[in-house]
């Protein structure tokens, strides 16, 4: 069982930057990829960034890249998400996920491969 629980997500303004973080604990090592996620108010859950465990390959939403950035600290089970030149579009729940499946980067784009949900924390962003 693995246990991962999100955290910082507050209400910014627009263009700001914003980190999030995402601890993961229990049976950590058989984790070989995480990710986040975000709801938007009104839509459904969507794909924003991942990233393997144990290579570091990272793959991003389109809508992100360039001012998002996915990293991991291995030693304290912890993946990060930094938010820069946020738009009010990007507010929402945002999720972590850890995934154990041995897939390809490119499939952890999709919410079924993802095994282990956080409960989400809240980002408001204002114009």
């Known amino acids: 069982q693995v246990q991962v629980v999100e955290s910082g997500g507050q209400s910014v303004q627009g263009g700001s930057s914003l980190r999030l973080s995402c601890v993961a604990s229990g049976r950590t090592s058989i984790v070989v990829a995480m990710g986040w996620f975000r709801q938007i108010p009104g839509n459904e859950r969507e794909f924003v960034a991942a990233?393997?465990?144990?290579?570091?390959?990272?793959i991003y939403a389109d809508s992100v890249k360039g001012r998002f950035t996915i990293s991991r600290d291995k030693a304290e089970d912890t993946v990060y998400l930094q938010m820069n030149s946020l738009k009010p579009e990007d507010a929402g729940v945002y999720y972590c996920?850890?995934?154990?499946?041995?897939?390809?980067?490119?499939?952890?784009?999709?919410?079924?491969?993802?095994?282990?949900w956080g409960q989400g924390t809240q980002v408001t962003v204002s114009s």
């Open positions: 990233i393997t465990w144990n290579d570091e390959r990272m």
């Open positions: 996920a850890a995934g154990r499946s041995p897939i390809n980067i490119e499939l952890y784009t999709a919410a079924h491969w993802f095994n282990f």
